[in-house]
């Protein structure tokens, strides 16, 4: 069965977009996924075609209608009721590799864009939708949000990337970034790529990439190194992991 993105935005236009060129591009024509558009306008009734309306209680901007968004949402899912609904919005879940993942492995996804203020919070009360974010910062719409949630899943589809094996060792795989990466010149501006990765030992050459990740998530980023001490904490073998983290 092919994965199919049906994207509820207000500019379809903005779709594939980056999406139609190099592997995503490629795999689309290969037919690895496949793309739909909805445009909440279509779903109006009023003579305006009004997807928005001003702030119930005051206040800067226009916020998307819960009734005219939910009807599109209800004729998207009707199409694929077994994918996940999303929503974009920065009040949402930081998505995860994990869930990027999960939502590759699946039959699809419906992803909804918002604009202006954001949704009338009532949508999500009444509908099963999966709110997200794609970080810490505000977009002017979710449609870049989709593409990247896109990106991200397409290269995960079997055949997208080159080897198969490319995708296991990367960030967030494993809960911690990668290690860093080096090719030729052997010596650029007087910096030299490190004697380990060029003696040909294997297992030297993953000790030190292993050992290069761990330093690099703790300096970088605590956040998932906490984490990744707090999940082995709770594992059976939880102590085992804290003493292998201390060496
Ligand atoms: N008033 C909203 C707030 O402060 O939470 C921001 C609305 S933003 C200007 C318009 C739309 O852009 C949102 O409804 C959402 O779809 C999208 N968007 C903005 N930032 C995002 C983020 N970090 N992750 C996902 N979507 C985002």
């Given at each position: 069965?092919?994965?199919?993105?049906?994207i509820?935005?207000?500019?379809?236009?903005?779709?594939?977009g980056?999406?139609?060129?190099?592997?995503?591009?490629?795999?689309?024509?290969?037919?690895k996924?496949?793309?739909?558009?909805?445009?909440?306008?279509?779903?109006?009734?009023?003579?305006?075609?009004?997807?928005?309306?001003?702030?119930?209680g005051?206040?800067?901007?226009?916020?998307?209608?819960?009734?005219v968004?939910?009807?599109?949402?209800?004729f998207?899912?009707?199409?694929?009721?077994?994918?996940?609904?999303?929503?974009?919005?920065?009040r949402?879940?930081?998505?995860?590799?994990?869930?990027?993942?999960?939502?590759?492995?699946?039959?699809?996804?419906?992803?909804?864009?918002?604009r202006?203020e954001?949704?009338?919070?009532?949508?999500?009360?009444?509908?099963?939708?999966?709110?997200?974010?794609?970080?810490?910062?505000?977009?002017?719409?979710?449609?870049?949000?989709a593409?990247?949630?896109?990106?991200?899943?397409?290269?995960?589809?079997?055949?997208?990337?080159?080897?198969?094996?490319?995708?296991d060792?990367?960030?967030?795989?494993?809960?911690?970034?990668?290690?860093?990466?080096?090719?030729?010149?052997?010596?650029w501006?007087?910096?030299?790529?490190?004697?380990?990765?060029?003696?040909?030992?294997?297992?030297?050459?993953?000790?030190?990439?292993k050992q290069?990740?761990?330093?690099?998530?703790?300096?970088?980023?605590?956040d998932?190194?906490?984490?990744?001490?707090?999940?082995?904490?709770?594992?059976?073998?939880?102590?085992?992991?804290?003493?292998?983290?201390?060496?």
């Amino acid at each position: 069965m092919t994965f199919t993105a049906q994207i509820l935005t207000l500019y379809p236009e903005m779709f594939p977009g980056p999406l139609g060129t190099s592997l995503a591009g490629r795999a689309r024509e290969e037919g690895k996924w496949a793309l739909n558009t909805v445009n909440p306008r279509d779903f109006t009734t009023d003579k305006h075609r009004s997807v928005d309306d001003t702030p119930a209680g005051g206040g800067a901007g226009m916020v998307l209608r819960a009734d005219v968004m939910a009807t599109a949402v209800d004729f998207a899912s009707g199409k694929q009721p077994n994918a996940p609904i999303l929503a974009m919005t920065p009040r949402g879940k930081p998505l995860t590799q994990a869930r990027i993942r999960d939502i590759s492995s699946g039959p699809g996804v419906t992803i909804i864009c918002g604009r202006f203020e954001g949704f009338d919070e009532r949508l999500f009360e009444g509908r099963n939708i999966e709110q997200v974010s794609i970080g810490d910062y505000v977009l002017s719409g979710g449609e870049m949000g989709a593409l990247v949630l896109l990106d991200a899943c397409i290269r995960l589809f079997p055949g997208v990337m080159g080897a198969t094996a490319s995708g296991d060792d990367e960030s967030f795989e494993h809960g911690i970034l990668e290690y860093p990466q080096y090719t030729r010149p052997q010596i650029w501006e007087g910096r030299i790529i490190p004697e380990v990765l060029r003696s040909g030992d294997h297992a030297k050459i993953a000790a030190w990439r292993k050992q290069r990740a761990e330093e690099d998530t703790r300096l970088r980023r605590p956040d998932l190194w906490e984490r990744r001490r707090d999940a082995s904490d709770q594992s059976p073998s939880g102590a085992q992991g804290k003493d292998k983290d201390k060496e």
